[in-house]
């Protein structure tokens, strides 16, 4: 068994540094931390039911619903009717949001870069086994 210890003031300073990181980035915007996230994953995908989105940030829908607000408000995210399921809403970038995550998402994949660096090709192909494993175990 790993020491638990070790391993929680590792996750803990890298969660801060990488945290620290992304404060940094974001200050330079209008925008909140939370909500370059959700212009992150939507960015990644076409587009995501509130639910979806939700569970994908780690928050709650009524959490994700003000969150959205602003950005719809901002004229970055456009709410769309879901045509399999008439119940639901989806939530995808409009143009000017697009535009937002392609910068940010150029520097995720700049700092990337650097911390692949850092790992041999194994080493960065079992990093990204173990995070996903992770974020399923979340």
Same mark, same amino acid.
């Given at each position: 068994?790993?020491?638990?210890?070790?391993?929680?003031? #590792? !996750? !803990?300073?890298?969660?801060?540094?990488?945290?620290?990181?992304?404060?940094?980035? &974001?200050?330079?915007?209008?925008?909140?931390?939370? @909500?370059?996230?959700?212009?992150? !994953?939507?960015? @990644?995908?076409?587009? #995501?039911?509130? $639910?979806? #989105?939700?569970? $994908?940030?780690?928050?709650?829908?009524?959490?994700?619903? =003000?969150? &959205?607000?602003?950005?719809?408000?901002?004229?970055? &995210?456009?709410?769309?009717?879901?045509?399999?399921?008439?119940?639901? =809403?989806?939530?995808?970038?409009?143009?000017?949001?697009? +535009?937002?995550?392609?910068?940010?998402?150029? #520097?995720?994949?700049?700092? +990337?870069?650097?911390?692949?660096?850092?790992?041999?090709?194994?080493?960065?192909?079992?990093?990204?086994?173990?995070?996903?494993?992770?974020? @399923?175990?979340?």
């Amino acid at each position: 068994m790993a020491d638990i210890e070790g391993l929680s003031a #590792l !996750i !803990i300073e890298f969660y801060e540094k990488l945290s620290s990181w992304e404060h940094a980035v &974001v200050r330079g915007s209008a925008l909140t931390l939370p @909500q370059m996230h959700t212009l992150e !994953i939507l960015g @990644q995908h076409t587009s #995501l039911r509130m $639910k979806e #989105l939700a569970a $994908k940030m780690g928050v709650t829908t009524g959490t994700l619903t =003000v969150t &959205v607000d602003r950005l719809e408000k901002r004229a970055l &995210v456009a709410r769309v009717p879901n045509e399999s399921d008439r119940r639901s =809403v989806l939530v995808e970038l409009t143009d000017r949001g697009r +535009t937002l995550f392609e910068e940010h998402h150029r #520097l995720h994949l700049g700092l +990337t870069g650097e911390l692949a660096a850092a790992l041999g090709e194994e080493e960065a192909a079992a990093f990204a086994a173990t995070l996903r494993k992770l974020t @399923q175990a979340f």
